[in-house]
Nanobody, 124 residues
């Protein structure tokens, strides 16, 4: 019943900015923890940013101070604002929803709904 759809990926030069969007269809469910993940071909999937129902964000150390996660409840859209992009940020990015978890505990792997992904490529 929960559906997620990412958009906004593309190609950008080092130091550039990009904003990813994730339209969230909640169905009959209330808001729960949501997050952004990324995966490059030779790397493990990495949790990038998370946001709980009180709009409290958490970030991976690799993106802290450069990325901002937010949620627009009126538009049911999750955003990831990315600045000062580096080639190491190149990956497939996807959003996720943790049904039943009002607050975020990424170490528990609580996410159970996923979007299809959007590609971000950062060139030197």
């Amino acid at each position: 019943q929960v559906q997620l759809m990412e958009s906004g990926g593309g190609s950008v030069q080092t130091g550039g900015s990009l904003r990813l969007s994730c339209r969230v269809s909640l169905g009959t469910y209330s808001r729960y923890c949501m997050g952004w993940f990324r995966q490059a071909p030779e790397k493990e999937r990495e949790g990038v940013a998370h946001i709980d129902v009180d709009d409290t964000p958490t970030y991976a150390d690799s993106v802290k101070s450069r990325f901002t996660i937010s949620y627009d409840a009126a538009d049911h859209t999750l955003y990831l604002e990315m600045t000062s992009l580096k080639p190491d940020d190149t990956a497939m990015y996807y959003c996720a929803f943790a049904l039943g978890h009002r607050y975020c505990y990424p170490e528990l792997n609580p996410y159970n709904y996923w979007g299809q992904g959007t590609q971000v490529t950062v060139s030197s």
